[in-house]
């Protein structure tokens, strides 16, 4: 069966420092992979989507980025952290065409 | 942008009665689905309704689809208390891209 790992669960960065969250996932291959970000008490924004390795799209400008090195890692990436960085990360895959499966999310406060 | 709009934003009602929520969006879709999320956890897939589908039901839950209203509503019947947790409806307009409404906070008080 699949399963998707997403770590760490809470990160304290200082403004300023870099950012890196992990997310993997087992018993597939080639899946759609997403990352979104929901606010506190508001909705999930997408933020990347990769369909294949090397392929990224962005949905929204800011101070983030994504890679796709393996076929089944998606990593989110901030030079330098803002406060306005905090939130919680979600990673999501999809087998094209049906439900999205999803991380159990990171909390990153940064301070 | 959101494509998802859910009303209302905030929900509470008595274990045992029903309830509904409604979602909103801008553009044509392939298919709508609903997602569950408890407090500080990941999202669970609840219900996917395709877009020549206009009502689909699982246990106590059920969804309806009206494409020419660009709507949808999810009906929780005989709710309980562990059914408290937002609720997220997400549109796939075939481009790869689940797009999430801003949520329901449903509380069901026993």
């Known amino acids: 069966s699949q399963t998707i790992h997403q770590w760490p669960a809470t990160l304290v960065q200082p403004v300023g420092s870099p950012l890196s969250l992990e997310c993997t996932v087992e018993?597939?291959?080639?899946?759609?992979l997403y990352w979104y970000r929901q606010a506190a008490g508001r909705g999930l924004q997408l933020l990347f989507y990769s369909v294949g390795i090397g392929q990224i799209s962005s949905e929204v400008p800011q101070n983030l980025s994504a890679s796709r090195p393996q076929d089944r890692q998606f990593i989110l990436s901030s030079k330098k952290l803002l406060l306005s960085d905090s939130g919680f990360y979600l990673c999501?895959?999809?087998?094209?065409?049906?439900?999205?499966?999803f991380g159990q999310g990171t909390r990153l406060t940064v301070v | 942008s959101q494509q998802g709009e859910e009303d209302p934003q905030a929900l509470s009602i008595q274990e045992g009665e029903n309830a509904t929520m409604n979602c909103s969006y801008k553009t044509s879709i392939n298919n709508l689905q609903w997602y569950r999320q408890n407090s500080g956890r990941g999202l669970v897939h609840l219900i996917l309704i395709r877009s020549n589908e206009r009502e689909k039901h699982s246990g106590r839950l059920r969804v309806t689809l009206d494409t020419s209203k660009k709507s949808s509503s999810l009906l929780i019947t005989a709710s309980r208390a562990a059914d408290t947790a937002s609720y997220f409806c997400?549109?796939?307009?075939?481009?790869?891209?689940?797009?999430f409404g801003t949520g329901t906070r449903l509380k069901v008080l026993a």
């Open positions: 999501a895959w999809e087998p094209t065409g049906t439900q999205a499966f």
């Open positions: 997400a549109t796939d307009a075939g481009t790869y891209k689940y797009i």
């Open positions: 018993g597939t291959s080639n899946p759609n």
